[in-house]
Each structure stands twice: as structure tokens, then as C-alpha cells.
T-cell receptor, first 112, second 113 residues
């Protein structure tokens, strides 16, 4: 069954608001990656987190890996219309032949 | 350095026909992954291949689907006797080493009539 969970699947925010989404795994992950897919496009790699408790920033995006390496968060500060799209987390489950297990993603819409 | 290439970008087949989807990984990448995406759904892992070897095919349906990554040439995802439920976007991704970031191709959108 689904081992990497992203809930909810949709979120709507007003431009300028902050946005946070979470990703949870039922098993410990070797690493977690985040991807963004624009409507009609293909997933594009954003970041990879490897260490327990790791925090990485990319401009207005902040990514965190949980201490137990079972969850992760993505926080966007002051959303812009260019942030619209679906954000997927993908975990590499330890011992799983290095394949990534993707969550169902969260689709973010931003009202101007 | 060209990105991951997939062709065709759009493919229409009638029920019972065969669909062949091609993926050329980025130069220097020997790890290839195939995913299926249904509308409003996430990416479902299908198969992971290295040159001439299938590493993990746990996401592949047991029948009608096969994949290969020959020593020379692109990786091929083959669907025999397609049914309407096979209609989806099929993405290929490649990486230089296992566990590293994956670079996705533009996808092949398969429609089965």
C-alpha cells in the first residue's frame, strides 16, 4: 500500500500567504526528495534531504527532514502565482533498491 | 547536454494494439525509471532498470507490460493489447547513480480508444 503520504491533495491560498505541507512515511527513509510539477508538465527536482533534522532553503522555500527520518515539510513564504503546481515528496526507503516512492502530491493554487 | 528524451509525446492506440514508449536518458546516466500518472493522481513507480538489467519491476502489471534497457539504444516500455485503463501519462526518469535526484522526461501521453 501507499507508504508515503501527503494530505491534503489540494490547497488554495491567497497570494502573499505562507504555505506549509507535510509528507509522512510509514518507514524510515534513506533520503527524501521534493519535486514540483506544473500543469501539463513533468516533475522537476527541487531538493534532496539526507540527514536527520536537515533544513535546506531555496529562496522562499524551506525544506525540513524530520529527526526520525520519517517525515518532511515544505514551507513557502509569501506565496506567489508562480508557485502554483503540484508538489510531490518522494522517499527512498532503506533497502528498497534505491527506488523512490512518491506521495500523491499536493496541488497548490494561489489566488492573485 | 540534452535532457531526458521521450517519444512519442502523444500516442493514440485502439484497444488490442501495442504501444511502444521510448526513453533516452541523459548522457552518462545508466539508471532509468518508468512511472505512470493518471489524471489527478500521483506518480506510480513501475520499473527501475540499469543497462541490460531490470533492478526492480515491482510496480509493473504482471501481464501485457514489459520494459527493457538494452546496451545500445533507448529504454523501451512496451504495452501489449492495450485497454482503455492503460490511458495515462508515462514518465521516464534517469539518474547518474542510484539514490540521486531523478531527471524526468516530458512524458508520453497514451490514449486508448
Amino acid at each position: 500500500g501507499q507508504q508515503v503520504m501527503q494530505i491534503p491533495q489540494y490547497q488554495h491560498v491567497q497570494e502573499g500567504e505562507d504555505f506549509t505541507t507535510y509528507c509522512n512515511s510509514s518507514t524510515t527513509l534513506s533520503n527524501i526528495q521534493w519535486y514540483k510539477q506544473r500543469p501539463g508538465g513533468h516533475p522537476v527536482f527541487l531538493i534532496q534531504l539526507v540527514k536527520s533534522g536537515e533544513v535546506k532553503k531555496q529562496k522562499r522555500l524551506t525544506f525540513q527532514f524530520g529527526e526520525a527520518k520519517k517525515n518532511s515539510s515544505l514551507h513557502i513564504t509569501a506565496t506567489q502565482t508562480t508557485d502554483v503546481g503540484t508538489y510531490f515528496c518522494a522517499g527512498e526507503i532503506a533497502g528498497a533498491n534505491s527506488k523512490l516512492t512518491f506521495g500523491k502530491g499536493i496541488t497548490l493554487s494561489v489566488r492573485p | 547536454n540534452a535532457g531526458v528524451m521521450q517519444n512519442p509525446r502523444h500516442l493514440v492506440r485502439r484497444r488490442g494494439q501495442e504501444a511502444r514508449l521510448r526513453c533516452s536518458p541523459m548522457k552518462g546516466h545508466s539508471h532509468v525509471y518508468w512511472y505512470r500518472q493518471l489524471p489527478e493522481e500521483g506518480l506510480k513507480f513501475m520499473v527501475y532498470l540499469q543497462k541490460e538489467n531490470i533492478i526492480d519491476e515491482s510496480g509493473m502489471p504482471k501481464e501485457r507490460f514489459s520494459a527493457e534497457f538494452p546496451k545500445e539504444g533507448p529504454s523501451i516500455l512496451r504495452i501489449q493489447q492495450v485497454v482503455r485503463g492503460d490511458s495515462a501519462a508515462y514518465f521516464c526518469a534517469s539518474s547518474p547513480l542510484s539514490g540521486e535526484q531523478q531527471f524526468f522526461g516530458p512524458g508520453t501521453r497514451l490514449t486508448v480508444l
